[in-house]
Nanobody
Framework: VQLVESGGGSVQAGGSLRLSCTVS????????MSWFRQAPGKERQFVAA????????KYADSAKGRFTVSRDDTRDTVYLQMNRLLPEDTAVYFC?????????????????WGQGTQVTVSS
């Protein structure tokens, strides 16, 4: 299974970005798909998750109301729409896939990771 993220970049505070994560090797409906981020000098942090087939979602408090996670089955792609970005959202964003059970916010519970995409938000 391979995960490839794209869509990162540099924006000003208040701007938007949409990250994409394309899954190959096995359909993304086989996993819970999540987004994590890691800022320099900080620990990896859970951002959002989406599961099939119920399509339920979960968000970190910092993401609620600003970020939306979604998926496109036909493309085996998961998205993270990020609006009203803040400088503190600056980080490398990673896509993860796995079967974490109740440990959905724990990065160690995921089997597969993408290479990450940089998001930089300037004030």
């Amino acid at each position: 299974v391979q995960l490839v993220e794209s869509g990162g970049g540099s924006v000003q505070a208040g701007g938007s970005l949409r990250l994409s994560c394309t899954v190959s090797g096995r359909g993304c409906d086989s996993y819970i798909m999540s987004w994590f981020r890691q800022a320099p000098g900080k620990e990896r942090q859970f951002v959002a998750a989406i599961r099939w087939p119920v399509d339920s979602t979960k968000y970190a408090d910092s993401a609620k109301g600003r970020f939306t996670v979604s998926r496109d089955d036909t493309r085996d792609t998961v998205y993270l729409q990020m609006n009203r970005l803040l400088p503190e959202d600056t980080a490398v964003y990673f896509c993860a896939a796995g079967a974490p059970g109740q440990r959905i916010t724990y990065g160690s519970a995921y089997n597969y990771w993408g290479q990450g995409t940089q998001v930089t938000v300037s004030s």
